[in-house]
């Protein structure tokens, strides 16, 4: 008889997840190469690493580039190394993007997008492989089968916990500033999809111009060219971009077909591909007595919606100015926060931390208020960025984009002590706050490490 699962417990407030911790083949020239990866080549390396953060860091989101067999020896080894300093291994998995010893995806688990032609096709991941279809069951059964083969078991043990990375149905379109969602981007369209949204809209009786749905809505006429029998013009309200400072509310909110394909969107992408993974991995765990569960992780830009927030208080930015739209990739934070599976979420703050700061309902506040009314406040985070707001350092990867600035960052954690997120994450410790680290500050590096332990100090705990 299986044992009955027991949920693993809540993570201990002012719990710090952060990123990153990477396995590195040591056949990889092209990151051996990279400052960003160089701590972790050796286990000399990740040995000193783990040292200096040790009672510092509670887990780390753990990026394991695998490219064949051969790469399990130094993916489990580090895991190992991280555990035995007291530091929970929360893996990562970016599918095809590091994990790459996986057959081909068969065709009926292959994702399908299109293109602004109106032209269905199988989606390609960098042209050698095709991504997997998160919207269909079968293929996210055989994902899940391929990782249990060639990836769990050689990680199971130390690692510890499962970290969703900015996981939606996938686009290569994300509308991180101004843009709105351009949704035939999306690979939502392979036949069982179809066949899916049908499904659905015959249940609910999803009708445009009298009759039932039962293709999918594209937004531009030309667009049913290529395929009649499988899409349908729609039109749609939203705006292709918005300008800075505009109020949410002041956003058209979408017609009624395209709010039912959203709520399609998100449905599928929670039942079938979070609440699917999440139960399995759990199960697979279970007889790890230090297992931490699932962290949902993603971006303001993702897991938010502009249309769940009340006043009009909440607006875009001066910086990136984008308007959340996670509902339009299938993210309903509102319903991932009723899936016990998951243990906790993570948002990153992606603007400026003024517009955070500043303004009364904003993406922080917002999240926090969802859990809850969820019943989750001691669930939900953010991530800490410890370089200046994106969009004006840029990538952190370059020179100088580790820099901190002290007024940004001075605000920061008057932000965070304003709302206290019990969970919170950082990007990017390996870089900017260990001794090997390509823009290691020590001044800066103590700071941080200070208003850290000042922080969980709050919570009734030391660092």
């Known amino acids: 008889m299986q044992k009955e699962y027991v949920p693993p417990p809540p993570l201990k407030p002012g719990y710090f997840l952060g990123q990153e911790a990477f396995s590195v083949p040591k056949n990889a020239l092209f990151r051996r190469m990279d400052p960003y990866f160089k701590t972790f080549l050796t286990e000399e390396n990740a040995t000193r690493y783990f040292e200096q953060i040790a009672g510092k860091v509670d887990g780390l989101d753990y990026c394991t580039y ?19 300093h007291g530091v929970d291994m929360w893996t990562g998995i970016r599918w095809h993007k590091q994990f790459r010893d996986m057959p081909v995806v068969p065709g ?46 050689h990680l199971k043990g130390p690692v510890n916990g499962l970290f969703f990375p900015e996981c939606r149905v996938t686009t ?54 290529p395929h009649p029998e499988a899409t349908v013009h729609v039109p749609d309200d939203r705006p292709g971009a918005v300008p800075a ?29 979070i609440h699917r993974i999440a139960a399995r991995v759990n199960r697979y765990h279970a007889d790890n007595p230090d297992w931490r569960g699932v962290c949902f992780f993603n971006n303001d830009v993702t897991a938010l919606d502009y249309r769940n927030f009340q ?52 993406p922080l506040s917002h999240g926090m208020a969802l859990a809850r009314e969820a019943g989750r406040p001691g669930d939900y985070g953010f991530m800490v960025h410890y370089c200046d707001a ?74």
């Open 66 to 84: 695998w490219y064949e067999p051969a790469d399990a020896e130094m993916a489990r080894r580090i895991a190992e190394i991280g555990r035995a």
């Open 172 to 225: 290569p379109d994300v509308p991180y500033r101004r843009n709105g969602l351009k949704t035939w981007t999306l690979h939502a369209y392979s036949p069982a999809v179809l066949e899916a949204w049908r499904a659905y809209c015959a249940k609910r009786d999803v009708r445009w111009q009298g009759a039932q749905v039962d293709r999918f809505p594209v937004p531009l006429a030309h667009m049913t060219r």
């Open 311 to 362: 006043t009009r208080s909440a607006r875009t930015g001066f910086s990136m100015g984008y308007w959340p739209q996670g509902r339009r990739m299938g993210v309903d934070l509102p319903r991932l926060l009723k899936d016990p599976e998951v243990t906790c979420f993570i948002s990153e703050t992606v603007q400026s931390v003024r517009d955070y700061l500043f303004y009364e309902e904003n």
């Open 390 to 463: 994106w969009g004006q350092v840029g990538d952190i990867r370059a020179p100088g984009g580790g820099i901190m600035d002290d007024v940004e960052e001075d605000l920061r954690w008057e932000m965070i002590h304003k709302y206290r997120p019990p969970v919170f994450s950082y990007f990017s410790i390996p870089t900017t706050l260990v001794r090997e680290g390509a823009w290691y500050q020590k001044e800066a590096a103590d700071r941080f490490w200070g208003r850290v332990e000042e922080y969980r100090r709050s919570f009734g705990r030391g660092v």
């Open 245 to 273: 400072f505009t109020r949410f509310v002041d956003i058209p909110r979408g017609t009624p077909v395209w709010l039912a394909w959203e709520d399609f969107l998100c449905e599928r992408f929670h039942e079938v591909f």
């Open 108 to 153: 009926d688990c292959a994702a399908w997008t299109m293109d602004e032609a109106g032209r269905i096709s199988p989606a390609l991941w960098e042209q050698r492989n095709h991504t997997f279809d998160y919207l269909n069951p079968r293929a996210v059964d055989w994902m899940m089968e391929v990782l249990e083969a060639r990836y769990w078991p």
